[in-house]
């Protein structure tokens, strides 16, 4: 099983960690810009995980590649939220727990914008769940929850616009706030090259339930893929980023060719002004009509609130 790691430091063991102290060292000297800090320790967790394929085929076109937003744009729905649903039935947390992030969901959906103060309560708040478990718990708990939920939600059509770019010879990888354990595990799953994710600090392969920086969330996701570019010699003019969010607009803006995937009204408008590309994969009129208020996050909320039900009776019995 891999190793995913949150910075570049390894224990005796061979097992790589963040170090609570060279994160203490890095919180100070960032501590205007923790979006840059989260930033750097996505790139650098990127960069130092270990392919599981090492066979794969090596990219012939190296300064350019793509990024790829998740939720919405990659798969259907929220990743964590999924994730969330995975690690409740696996008595993680309580229900009510999951009842309050699925509220948070179906505010994002029936507003049709991330507030971003609810994003950053809601997953921090879902990241904290995992303090005192021990990392590679996490990772196998994230292949099987990925399995189960999420691998069926992947947009053909974006899929494809991935492999357009593989098979061009460039990198691909994925860029999320969903935590970067998971992030990792879905590009393995989908043949990418790797994943820019939230970065969790951990010591000695325990999670301490604090982050590294924020989460990997609006001028983060730029802060990342730039830092990735200079340690990758990628030139960002030749490199294609592609999002269903307004709040991405700092990644679509950092490189050379934009892409709104599944665009939300406000991202809509802005590729209209900057004669961004479009893509939308999503069927029926109502749905094109209303971008991110997706019938998907209804649907999403049903199947929490069944599990909720589920779990309460469960307990009663």
């Known amino acids: 099983m891999p190793t995913w790691p949150g910075s570049a430091e390894r224990t005796d063991n061979g097992d790589q960690h963040v170090n609570a102290s060279e994160t203490g060292r890095r919180g100070r000297e960032d501590s205007l810009d923790s979006a840059k800090l989260a930033g750097r320790a996505s790139a650098e967790a990127a960069v130092t995980a270990t392919p599981d394929d090492a066979s794969a085929t090596a990219p012939h076109d190296l300064t350019a590649a793509a990024f790829f937003d998740v939720d919405n744009t990659m798969m259907m729905g929220a990743s964590l939220f999924h994730f969330a649903r995975g690690l409740a039935a696996r008595k993680f947390f309580r229900p009510s727990d999951l009842a309050g992030f699925a509220w948070?969901?179906?505010?994002?959906?029936?507003?049709?914008?991330?507030?971003?103060?609810?994003?950053?309560?809601?997953?921090?708040?879902?990241?904290?769940?995992?303090?005192?478990?021990?990392?590679?718990?996490?990772?196998?708990?994230?292949?099987?929850?990925?399995?189960?939920?999420?691998?069926?939600?992947?947009?053909?059509?974006?899929?494809?616009?991935?492999?357009?770019?593989?098979?061009?010879?460039?990198?691909?990888?994925?860029?999320?706030?969903?935590?970067?354990?998971?992030?990792?595990?879905?590009?393995?799953?989908?043949?990418?090259?790797?994943?820019?994710?939230?970065?969790?600090?951990?010591?000695?392969?325990?999670?301490?339930?604090?982050?590294?920086?924020?989460?990997?969330?609006?001028?983060?996701?730029?802060?990342?893929?730039?830092?990735?570019?200079?340690?990758?010699?990628?030139?960002?003019?030749?490199?294609?980023?592609?999002?269903?969010?307004?709040?991405?607009?700092?990644?679509?803006?950092?490189?050379?060719?934009?892409?709104?995937?599944?665009?939300?009204?406000?991202?809509?408008?802005?590729?209209?002004?900057?004669?961004?590309?479009?893509?939308?994969?999503?069927t029926g009129r109502k749905a094109a009509r209303i971008g991110a208020h997706s019938v998907l996050g209804a649907g999403a909320l049903a199947g929490a609130l069944a599990a909720g039900l589920a779990y309460r009776r469960r307990d009663r019995a």
């Not at 921090?124 to 196998?140: I, N, T, Y």
């Not at 994230?142 to 010879?169: C, N």
């Open 104 to 282: 948070q969901q179906v505010k994002f959906r029936i507003g049709g914008n991330e507030n971003v103060e609810d994003l950053r309560s809601s997953r921090e708040q879902a990241l904290s769940f995992v303090a005192g478990r021990d990392v590679a718990d996490l990772v196998g708990l994230s292949e099987e929850i990925y399995d189960e939920l999420m691998a069926d939600r992947i947009w053909a059509g974006t899929r494809a616009l991935a492999q357009m770019h593989l098979d061009a010879g460039q990198r691909v990888w994925l860029v999320t706030a969903t935590p970067v354990e998971l992030a990792q595990i879905m590009a393995q799953r989908l043949g990418l090259t790797g994943a820019l994710g939230t970065v969790a600090e951990h010591s000695e392969g325990v999670y301490t339930g604090r982050l590294v920086g924020e989460m990997l969330h609006g001028r983060a996701k730029a802060h990342a893929v730039r830092a990735l570019a200079a340690s990758e010699g990628l030139d960002l003019r030749r490199c294609t980023a592609y999002s269903d969010s307004s709040n991405d607009v700092p990644m679509l803006s950092v490189v050379g060719r934009a892409v709104a995937v599944n665009p939300d009204q406000r991202l809509r408008e802005i590729a209209r002004v900057r004669g961004w590309d479009v893509r939308d994969f999503r």
